[in-house]
């Protein structure tokens, strides 16, 4: 049992802390810019639920334009599946007879596809599929620089695309596409380069596959930080983006479109803590640590609070200075930060608080918290 943090109705400042916070106004701004810019490409978007691990937030996509959901454990694709998600795509390697069975089983209620790299992920799907009396989608996921899984070479690719077409249970769909390390690069120019570079490796695959006989229905890949370089390619035709519905301090830092800070989308997702202590005047002490808020990509930015700043962390404390020119804290006072990584600061939590205008709007649990099977 958890406790839920607010009601209906409540003000902010009455939420329980800490508490993951979405800003209402600035996750549909953002939910709707990204819809229309996939329409306006002719592109489809297929967002990524690893970000935000809720059926709530899924729905509202696919209402806004979404195709469906890609995540990356089958935990994740179960939690979509139950709370109605009716196309998910892991984009990941599934290993081990359990997960695929549990898989396989999801293909009775909702479209469900993944990706391999290897002949024996085939092989082990392709069994699980024909026991279930299923179809499972394949992508045959492709190297194009990040160097984590995808098959090395054009040859690669086609070998196991046509081990994927002629197994039992398995339709071939197309090619994984992800260059993830191009995201957080901190230049747009850099960027626009390690994906130009990408789209070289898939066009290559693409052609040799066309050789053989077989045509790519889908080229899946793209994150919040290259989406337009990977939309506007003419190769890519699905885009996976998570992040942009919440942004984090991680993504503010790169450089967008002449300007030094990424601001394609605004902040939307927050950590609201409350100062426990304050024994001097130039730090106070939240109750928000790291197990409120990831750290490995550094810490939280106070919001819209110039002159506070977080300057150290623990497990269940964060510690925020007070600039000269701050407005000062007092004992209970509430601040909202941004986390670094959006990701896994969700999965730090059980429910999402939606606020508009100060007020609680909607509460919104996250099912597939701790989903990591």
Known sequence: MTNIPAQIGDSLENVDTPALIIDLDAFESNLFKMAAFAKSAGVSLRPHAKTHKCPSI???QIEAGAVGQCCQKVGEAEALVRGGVRDVLVSNQVVGMHKLRRLAALAKEATIALCFDSPDQVTAASIAASEAGVQLGGLVEIDVGMQRCGVASPDAANELAQRIHAA???IFRGLQAYQGLAQHLPSIHERQSAIQSAADIVRATVERLSKSGIACELISGAGTGTFRFEGLSGLWNELQVG???FMDADY?????????RFTDFDHSLFVLATVMSKTTSDRAIVDAGLKSYSGEKGLPWVYNRPGLEVVGVSDEHGKIKIGPDA????????ILLIPGHCDPTVNLHDWYVGVRKGRVESLWPITARGAST
Do not use: M, N, T
């Open 58 to 60: 899924a729905l509202k």
């Open 168 to 170: 039992p249970g398995l």
């Open 252 to 260: 503010a830092r790169i450089g967008g479109e002449g300007s030094k």
């Open 243 to 245: 992040s942009y519905v």
């Open 327 to 334: 407005q000062q804290l007092f004992l209970g006072d509430k």
